[in-house]
Every structure is written in C-alpha cells, then in structure tokens.
T-cell receptor, first 115, second 111 residues
Framework: ETGVTQSPTHLIKTRGQQVTLRCSSQ?????VSWYQQALGQGPQFIFQ???????GRGNFPPRFSGLQFPNYSSELNVNALELDDSALYLC??????????????FGPGTRLTVL | EDQVTQSPEALRLQEGESSSLNCSYT??????LFWYRQDPGKGPEFLFT???AGEEKEKERLKATLTKKESFLHITAPKPEDSATYLC????????????FGKGTKLSVKP
C-alpha cells in the first residue's frame, strides 16, 4: 500500500509569484485535504476535495485554489505569494468524503519559503 | 477562543519517567478526537482515534483516553525516540468533517 506523497519537498519563491504544490493520495482514498502549518503552530485547514469537487474550505483567501484529478491526486495553487505564506503545506488523504469519521493520513509536506 | 488547547506546550522527561499530555476541547457534537506524532519538518503520523467518552486505546508505550471535555496521552517509560511534537485534533459537527488542531506539545526525552 502506497502512502501519501507530496512534491516538491522544498520550494523557494519571491513575493508576488505563483506556486503549485502536488499531492498523491493513499491507495484507495478518494478525499484530499490541504493544511497550512506555520512554525510552532498546529496545521490549519485550507480546503478539501472529494471526487474532484471542493467539499469544504477554511478561512483562506481566494488566491488559494485547488484541483483534484480523476485518479484522486490533487494540486494546491497559491497566487500572488505573500511573506506570510511561508509554511509547511500538508496534504492528507482519507476515504469517505469528509463527513464521515475516517482518519486522515498525512504526507511529508512541502516547505515553502517566500522571500 | 481556541477550540482545542494542548498542555503543556513543552515537556522534558528523563528516560523512563512516565507522564501525560493533555488536550482539552470546547466543541460540541464530537465526531472524533485524533492524536498525531510529528517529527521536525515532517508530516503528522497518525497514532489514535477516539470517538466516545470512556474509550481508551494503546500502542506500545502510549495510551490515549477520552472524556467529555478532554483527552490524555499517557506515555509510560518513555525512550529518547519518543521525542517529537504530539498533536491533538478534533472533528465535530460544525467542522465540515475536517480537523481542528491544537498547537501541540513538544516532548523531549533525555537518556
């Protein structure tokens, strides 16, 4: 069984640029959630995708957007990067569309640094 | 007001010195309380899910318990390799199925 994978591992961008982060869900999982984790904080929910549709969104501006593909992999796009976007971005996969009690399994994360 | 509060923020133990981490929550309609372990720069690793008050789960030196307002993660005879940040998260009726995390407890175990 393959776990959740994310790419790239690290990324450095400058303010105002755009970035795309990628996630492959665990085998058999149809739901992907994205979280942002600032240093010393717990992860904060960005949004979730279930069967290619956005299924819930946290308190993040529209410049954070995403996609889910037919194979359930997902992308997180961030436009007009700001310094405060520097964080560890985590992808988690689960089975059940988010409203169930299923456990979310996390990938290793992408460390984004905005200069 | 934080919905999930973890204490202490940091805990230093000697190898073999047992202790407990606390996670208190204020949400209603709990649909699961989750414990994760996170090593520096890595993604959270799933440990336990608890669904109802009175439930307990164990894994090696770790035991998680749940009441109506809080959860404890008990660590028995810890080893240096147990050093990590332990995160608690809840899912409840108003969270659209997603996890609300606490800030974590950073555990250091010295040999």
């Amino acid at each position: 069984e393959t776990g959740v994978t994310q790419s790239p591992t690290h990324l450095i961008k400058t303010r105002g640029q755009q970035v795309t982060l990628r996630c492959s869900s665990q085998s058999g999982h149809n739901t992907v959630s994205w979280y942002q984790q600032a240093l010393g904080q717990g992860p904060q929910f960005i949004f979730q995708y279930y069967r290619e549709e956005e299924n819930g969104r946290g308190n993040f501006p529209p410049r954070f957007s995403g996609l889910q593909f037919p194979n359930y992999s997902s992308e997180l796009n961030v436009n007009a990067l700001e310094l405060d976007d520097s964080a560890l971005y985590l992808c988690a996969s689960s089975l059940g569309g988010g409203i169930s009690t299923d456990t979310q399994y996390f990938g290793p994360g992408t460390r984004l640094t905005v200069l | 007001e934080d919905q999930v509060t973890q204490s202490p923020e940091a805990l230093r133990l000697q190898e073999g010195e047992s202790s407990s981490l606390n996670c208190s929550y204020t949400v209603s309609g709990l649909r699961g309380l989750f414990w994760y372990r996170q090593d520096p720069g890595k993604g959270p690793e799933f440990l336990f899910t608890l669904y109802s008050a009175g439930e307990e789960k164990e894994k090696e030196r770790l035991k998680a318990t749940l009441t109506k307002k809080e959860s404890f993660l008990h660590i028995t005879a810890p080893k240096p390799e147990d050093s990590a940040t332990y995160l608690c998260a809840v899912r409840y009726g108003g969270s659209q199925g997603n996890l609300i995390f606490g800030k974590g407890t950073k555990l250091s175990v010295k040999p």
